[in-house]
């Protein structure tokens, strides 16, 4: 079993709908990341979480830590956010774990 | 924000011959810089950690004689693929640390041929 789980790994949504991606994972972590990977393989750091909530944009990020899970979500989703998503966790030295990632696909 | 960069951003390399990837932070100092290896349709996967004036730490089952990384400066950390057979063609991504954010770079996809 991997050290860190997303769902789902396909997401096809039309334009103006709510996304939701999951991730859980098995270790002790000192924080959470969600990352964008477009076509090119270019990587985008969205959010960095310890806890609570965060926002930015049309994107929000939560995390709980008893329950060892987070969620990104997209309001208001657009063809642009169309990319793959990726869940990774921290452990000591700063090291990231990563989730499979999510292949999200937004049509118009 | 804080860029990282990666020079080339891509590369075909002969089998056998070795290939040198730069990773610099533009606007600010990373203390530690990391190297990722991407398989098509796979997730990044750690290969070592790098720290300025040290050396680097390595993943299990990476071979350090292998992936030379050289970290020497606070901008800049190579990776140098020696002796590069086709089963290294992958996509190599660094990223730099700073003030517990860490910034990706573009990535550099080596094919070797």
């Known amino acids: 079993k991997n050290e860190v789980e997303q769902s789902p790994q396909n997401l096809t949504a039309q334009e103006g709908e709510f996304i939701t991606i999951n991730c859980s994972y098995s270790?002790?972590?000192?924080?959470l990341h969600w990352l964008q990977q477009h076509p090119g393989g270019g990587i985008v750091s969205l959010f960095m979480?310890?806890?609570g909530k965060k926002k930015h944009g049309r994107l929000i990020a939560t995390i709980n830590i008893q329950e060892k899970h987070s969620s990104l979500h997209i309001t208001a989703s657009h063809p642009r956010d169309s990319a793959v998503y990726i869940c990774a966790v921290e452990t000591s030295g700063s090291r990231l774990t990563f989730g499979e990632g999510t292949q999200l696909t937004v049509n118009p | 924000g804080a860029v990282v960069s990666q020079h080339p951003s891509w590369v075909i390399c002969k089998s056998g011959t070795s290939v040198k990837i730069e990773c610099r932070s533009l606007?600010?100092?990373?203390?530690?810089m990391f190297w990722y290896r991407q398989f098509p349709k796979q997730s990044l996967m750690l290969m070592a950690t790098?720290?300025?004036?040290?050396?680097?730490?390595?993943e299990q089952g990476v071979e350090k004689d292998k992936f030379l990384i050289n970290h020497a400066s606070l901008t800049l950390s190579t990776l140098t693929v020696t002796s590069a057979h086709p089963e290294d063609s992958s996509f190599y991504i660094c990223s730099a640390s700073a003030s517990r954010e860490q910034y990706f770079g573009p990535g550099t996809r080596l094919t070797v041929t």
């Open positions: 979480l310890s806890s």
């Open positions: 606007d600010f100092q990373a203390t530690t």
């Open positions: 790098s720290n300025e004036g040290s050396k680097a730490t390595y």
């Open positions: 270790v002790g972590i000192s924080a």
